[in-house]
């Protein structure tokens, strides 16, 4: 399944509200409705709407701690309507609820406006030698599966929403990732079950300051202001299931700066994977359903390797194969 936190206009201001691409048309069902929806046509349900609401609310986060009930429930929406065939196409809720919409009529947003937490790695250490080079990497990096940071939840944003450059970022730089958005409660969690706790993958672009990290990090406490501003995580546009993304397996990733690529490389390159990077962050500290966890920059995934960086109007654009393509400017206010 391919999920989609978006917003929709109404006369009472926008509404966040959840949904899911259908393959037949590429267009966005309202989950929530359309369960509701279902409930009353196929079962004439007394409590559809609050049944629904119980079940597939239209915040992801709740929807995540729902587990395999509200995940359950959204697969049955989505074989009702698939079952439905062309006569789905102009459905509408008992009330006159709007259930599919084209992408143009939506703002997307991030998959998982507000994550719990999020934890951004090094699973590539070709990214680490890069940025590094010509020195060598300190040995740590290669004797821990996961070195990482915690992110800020408030500064995530999705696509199309400009990237506010901060006054202290002479060089801002964009990083290609993919992030795993935790679906199962766990502790201690071995390396051979930690991918049962994804729900889903989704792209991650985590904007730097570089002058601004280096000097931070010299305090040896991370990156902090560095990776700390409004609007520096970007996520999205669709968060995709686990089910259908393995992140094992080969995703081109690119990165494109006004059009032409800079960035090249491919998710099955990761030193340390996901499942490694998840046992070791549960060591001992409970993951949570709507934890977020970055796979780290794929090698040449940002400015900082190359030496060169996106300047104030530029349009960057990350793509993942089997998730889609997440596209930002970078404005600087005057």
Known sequence: ????????????????????????????????????????ERDDHPCAAKLADVLVPPDILMLLQNGQFGLSAITEALDYFAGLGTGSDDARGRNGETLLYNMAEIQIMAPVPRPLSIRDTVGFLGHIRGAMAPNPIPPVY???????????????????????????????????????????QGVNIEESDALDHVFGYTIFNDVSARTQQYKDMEGMLGPTKGKDFDTGNIMGPALVTADEFDPQASHEMTARVNGEEWSRGNLNQMDNGFAAIISYISRHETLYPGDIIGSGTVTTGCGAELRKFPVPGDTVELEVEGIGVLRNRFVKQS
């Open 1 to 40: 399944m391919r999920l989609y936190t978006f917003e929709v206009s109404t006369v009472f201001g926008n509404h966040q509200r959840l949904g899911a691409e259908l393959p037949k048309n590429g267009k966005i069902l309202d989950l929530n409705l359309a369960y509701s929806f279902m409930l009353s």
């Open 142 to 184: 290669e004797e821990i599966p996961a070195i990482y940071y915690k992110g800020n939840v408030h500064s995530v944003v999705g696509p199309e929403v400009d990237v506010i450059w901060p006054e202290f970022g002479d060089s801002l730089d964009y990083e290609l990732e993919v992030a795993a958005v935790i679906g199962r």
